[in-house]
Nanobody, 124 residues
Framework: QVQLVESGGGLVQAGGSLRLSCAAS????????MGWFRQAPGKERDFVAA????????YYSDSVKGRFTISRDNAKNTVFLQMNSLKPEDTAVYYC?????????????????WGQGTQVTVSS
């Protein structure tokens, strides 16, 4: 059974950094893609970043491009989201997700496995 466990959220001042981790277990993910999504109160769940596990190709939303970096550690079956230059509008619950599509998409509907989420709060 696939399990995704996020960690690393917290409270940070604007301009600061956080690193989120997503530990994946339950199968081999080399043919999967992994994504990070976020959901602010009263808003829809939005795409943040994704990575093709096999090649390491990365994809970002325009709102985080240049500030966030997604990466993976094959040996540890873990995906990371390094978040720099954080802004108050980055405040949300961040979710890790896994998709059976090897090429990542930005649609949450394409991701069949989700973690429990981790809160990121950026104060101004």
């Amino acid at each position: 059974q696939v399990q995704l466990v996020e960690s690393g959220g917290g409270l940070v001042q604007a301009g600061g950094s956080l690193r989120l981790s997503c530990a994946a277990s339950g199968r081999t993910f080399t043919t999967y893609s992994m994504g990070w999504f976020r959901q602010a109160p009263g808003k829809e769940r939005d795409f943040v970043a994704a990575i093709r596990w096999s090649s390491g190709s990365t994809y970002y939303s325009d709102s985080v491009k240049g500030r966030f970096t997604i990466s993976r550690d094959n040996a540890k079956n873990t995906v990371f989201l390094q978040m720099n230059s954080l802004k108050p509008e980055d405040t949300a619950v961040y979710y890790c997700a896994a998709s059976r599509f090897s090429i990542p998409t930005m649609s949450s509907n394409d991701y069949g496995y989700w973690g429990q989420g981790t809160q990121v709060t950026v104060s101004s």
